[in-house]
């Protein structure tokens, strides 16, 4: 059984994704956060498939940081993912942020994105 904490993000991220859909033009962006990493990928939901993914226990992405459970590795893998999906082709996203608050590492994220060139 999850904690209640949990179980409210997922009672708002339910209620969220009534109103948030994407299209394989204007995919979705959906981030998962825990403690120590972050999660992000672009869905198609009328094709239900993923059109691109990555985290942050990516070798590549995280070289100059010991763990991603801060914001400012949050902002600067949210660029990193905004360069990488322009260079697959995607530059308009809607953005979910599955339930958690615009706050502090979803915050960094989503700025890091739009400063990377992703429009939402």
Do not use: W
Not at 88 to 94: E, T
Request: aromatic share 10%; with cysteine; hydrophobic share 35%.
């Amino acid at each position: 059984m999850k904690n209640k904490k949990e179980q409210l993000r997922i009672k708002r991220h339910k209620r969220l994704r009534l109103r948030i859909h994407g299209t394989s033009q204007r995919p979705r962006l959906s981030i998962h956060r825990s403690l120590r990493h972050l999660q992000a990928q672009l869905i198609d939901d009328d094709n239900a498939r993923t059109l691109f993914s990555l985290s942050t226990c990516n070798k590549k992405i995280m070289q100059g940081f010991k763990d991603a459970g801060n914001v400012k590795a949050a902002q600067y893998f949210g660029e990193q993912f905004a360069l990488l999906a322009k260079e697959k082709g995607f530059s308009k996203v809607v953005f979910d942020r599955a339930g958690y608050l615009y706050h502090g590492r979803i915050k960094a994220f989503a700025e890091g994105a739009r400063k990377g060139g992703l429009i939402f």
